[in-house]
T-cell receptor, first 113, second 113 residues
Framework: QQQVKQSPQSLIVQKGGISIINCAYENTAFDYFPWYQQFPGKGPALLIAIRPDVSEKKEGRFTISFNKSAKQFSLHIMDSQPGDSATYFCAASEEAAGNKLTFGGGTRVLVKP | IAGITQAPTSQILAAGRRMTLRCTQDMRHNAMYWYRQDLGLGLRLIHYSNTAGTTGKGEVPDGYSVSRANTDDFPLTLASAVPSQTSVYFC????????????FGPGTRLTVT
């Protein structure tokens, strides 16, 4: 049973549009929620992360929205660009458990020019 | 260039053979991790090491073993490969177990026939 469920599995968006990826988690002890970006043939790299004490974090065109009561968080990519085409993974970790990451299944995003 | 190197880049292996995937980092990070990436399942933790000389089991440890003789190297061994171990394997590191960000290597694509 996946502790972090991610949707959709794939997403096609036009250049300039908004990409939205959603994740839901079960473990209420999770206290760190990062998003990783992975380009083909490369390893994942940290994109943006949030702690549960804030409801939103924005870095450039990337925004995480966090809903603690619903145990859900999402990534919004504003003004999507072809260079954003990649696979995105949400993840969660718990400090008391050594910060080991539990990943969602991934979303492949394709931004069409 | 500082970072994580993995070898080999890809490998085709006959079932029943023994294989060691190599991982080396030059960032002097204490914590290291091995993940496998499968479509739709995201990245799943196989084994981890919080510091040289210690290792721990992750979510999917069966059929794999690791060692951590020094800070820089964290090899992953498949004692007797099976087709279900066909996957892309990523090594990652973080400064210590309290650090939230993990840095990933480029991966090893393994096919077990």
């Amino acid at each position: 049973q996946q502790q972090v469920k991610q949707s959709p599995q794939s997403l096609i968006v036009q250049k300039g549009g908004i990409s939205i990826i959603n994740c839901a988690y079960e473990n209420t002890a999770f206290d760190y929620f990062p998003w990783y970006q992975q380009f083909p043939g490369k390893g994942p790299a940290l994109l943006i992360a949030i702690r549960p004490d804030v409801s939103e974090k924005k870095e450039g065109r990337f925004t995480i929205s966090f809903n603690k009561s619903a145990k859900q968080f999402s990534l919004h990519i504003m003004d999507s660009q072809p260079g954003d085409s990649a696979t995105y993974f949400c993840a969660a970790s718990e400090e008391a458990a050594g910060n080991k990451l539990t990943f969602g299944g991934g979303t492949r995003v394709l931004v069409k020019p | 260039i500082a970072g994580i190197t993995q070898a080999p880049t890809s490998q085709i292996l006959a079932a029943g053979r023994r294989m060691t995937l190599r991982c080396t980092q030059d960032m002097r990070h204490n914590a290291m991790y091995w993940y496998r990436q499968d479509l739709g399942l995201g990245l799943r933790l196989i084994h981890y090491s919080n510091t040289a000389g210690t290792t721990g089991k992750g979510e999917v440890p069966d059929g794999y073993s690791v060692s951590r003789a020094n800070t820089d190297d964290f090899p992953l061994t498949l004692a007797s490969a099976v087709p279900s171990q066909t996957s892309v394997y990523f090594c990652a590191s973080s400064p210590d177990r309290a650090s939230y960000e993990q840095y990933f290597g480029p991966g090893t694509r393994l096919t077990v026939t």
